[in-house]
């Protein structure tokens, strides 16, 4: 059976987002009111308190944006109408039950009107206070399977997630599920309920002893991290997830739902328009560092595949799976990725990277360009080490020898290569898992949906890798829009 028309699949819908003012959602919104018109309502919800501020947020994070100047240009006159008559704005936060929504009307409204539901909202933060990231990432999930159930009509629940629940796994990874208390590392004993009692139990502990606030974050960070690489995890963030969807599998019973595992979110391949980006995402980082001067070295093997996927290219392949579901088809889990279709390695990036600043200079703080030079590549750990004691370390103990010396006089030059060198080691610390990265997502089920679209379909929609050029996409559209729309 033929997948013809995804946007008619929208025709009459009401649709909850969740997480709206997210890179993705907004996206997501943009996309279903400029392809269709006539679906019937977003829900957006967002972290506000009240009516008031979640349209202040609305209008400067979300409509706002340059991201809906297509839109805007489209529907000319006629985008704010579209926009009163279509969305609806709803304050709340889904780390509380019922989504935090407090108006008892509006959720028996929302109750007997949503067909989709569509949760986006995360925190994304590699290393989050894991009181937070259980809040959003698992916690969350729950909070919206159990609103779902309450959808008197509702035809799925698509939640998004991220295809490094993985970890460090090598090889072909699967589309497959967790198990409840599932491990990556087979350690047992991993429990929902003890990881929440034991972030109750360091909070309580922390201000019995009256610690700052600062430190109370830092303690709650590296509670996080220390549990995540207990169960074999890497980072909070890929930890809480994977938490999430042991939830959503285990507690779901009959409700449809769908599973999305994108793998690194970039920029924007073509709609609404090429290379708009939000945020700092894995590989944006490394190009803003090297762009401003600030990151000055790296540890990574330059031959593996990254796997990158421009963000409206995830958009499609959600809209697809909405569209597949509501036709009764199977599959509830699906990657979104590029490293078996059309696989890309960090050499081309940094390939890339070079020859675009050898045509677009970097300044400097002062205004001078900056010169262009290949960045130091290490893919083994002794090398890297050695390099950074002989750019940083060495000259950091002669600086604070000669300050103590000279009564501070080079207080600012120590200053400023400790940053670089503090930075170069944050991003090391951060994304050397990535870095090393040897698994590929298996895509099966996505690319069973692209058999399955009509021609006219993959026109509007499409989701398939092998239409990348990369070295076009990172060199003309990627990097550029990273330094247009993050960098400022």
């Not at 999930?141 to 796994?169: D, M, P, R, W």
């Not at 010396?405 to 290569?417: K, N, V």
Request: glycine residues 6%; charged residues 25%; hydrophobic residues 40%.
């Amino acid at each position: 059976m033929e997948l013809n028309s995804i946007a008619d699949s929208l025709k009459n819908k009401c649709i909850l987002v969740t997480g709206s003012t997210g890179f993705l959602a907004k996206l997501f919104v943009e996309k279903v009111l400029r392809v269709q018109p006539d679906v019937k309502k977003l829900y957006l919800l967002m972290r506000a308190t009240d009516a008031k501020t979640v349209t202040q947020r609305f209008r400067s994070e979300v409509i706002g944006k340059e991201v809906f100047k297509v839109l805007k240009e489209k529907r000319k006159r006629g985008f704010d109408s579209l926009i009163s008559e279509k969305v609806s704005l709803v304050a709340g936060d889904i780390s509380s039950p019922n989504l935090g929504i407090e108006e008892a009307n509006l959720i028996e409204t929302m109750w007997n009107d949503i067909d989709i539901i569509v949760n986006a909202a995360a925190t994304t933060i590699f290393y989050e206070r894991y009181d937070v990231a259980l809040g959003v990432n698992v916690l969350g999930a729950k909070h919206v399977l159990e609103f779902a159930k309450n959808c008197k009509k509702l035809e799925i629940l698509l939640h998004i997630s991220t295809a490094y629940v993985a970890g460090e796994q090598a090889g072909l990874i699967s589309e497959k599920p967790f198990q409840m208390g599932e491990a990556l590392n087979g350690v047992p004993g991993l429990d929902l309920h003890v990881e929440l009692r034991l972030v109750e139990e360091r909070l309580k502990e922390l201000r019995a002893e009256d610690v700052e606030l600062r430190a109370q974050r830092a303690a709650m960070k590296q509670l996080g991290l220390q549990r995540a690489r207990h169960y074999g995890w890497p980072n909070t963030y890929v930890f809480t997830k994977a938490l999430g969807e042991m939830l959503l599998g285990h507690y779901r019973g009959e409700l449809p739902l769908v599973i999305l595992r994108p793998t690194m979110i970039t920029s924007t391949l073509h709609e609404p328009f090429p290379g708009w980006m939000e945020g700092t995402r894995t590989i944006d980082t490394l190009i803003i560092g090297y762009a401003t001067g600030q990151l000055t070295c790296f540890l990574a093997d330059l031959e593996l595949t990254m796997d990158i996927i421009p963000g409206d290219m995830v958009v499609n392949a959600m809209l697809a799976t909405l569209a597949a579901r509501a036709s009764h088809r199977t599959g509830s889990i699906y990657h979104v990725g590029t490293s078996v279709s059309n696989p890309v390695t960090f050499a081309l990036l940094e390939e890339c990277g070079f020859r675009y600043f050898e045509r677009h200079p970097r300044i400097g703080k002062d205004g001078t360009p900056l010169g262009t030079h290949r960045l130091p590549v290490y893919s083994d750990l002794p090398s890297f080490q050695r390099y950074m004691v002989l750019r940083y370390r060495l000259p950091l103990e002669a600086l604070r020898v000669t300050n103590a010396a000279f009564c501070q006089l080079f207080q600012s030059r120590y200053d400023e290569l400790s940053r670089k060198y503090k930075f170069v080691m944050h991003m090391v610390d951060i994304y050397k898992p990535y870095a090393f990265f040897k698994g590929c997502f298996d895509d099966l089920n996505l690319e069973r949906l692209r058999r399955e679209m009509a021609e006219e379909a993959k026109a509007g929609f499409c989701f398939d890798p092998k239409c990348i050029n990369w070295e076009d996409y990172l060199s003309n559209i990627h990097i550029p829009g990273i330094l247009k729309y993050v960098r400022k």
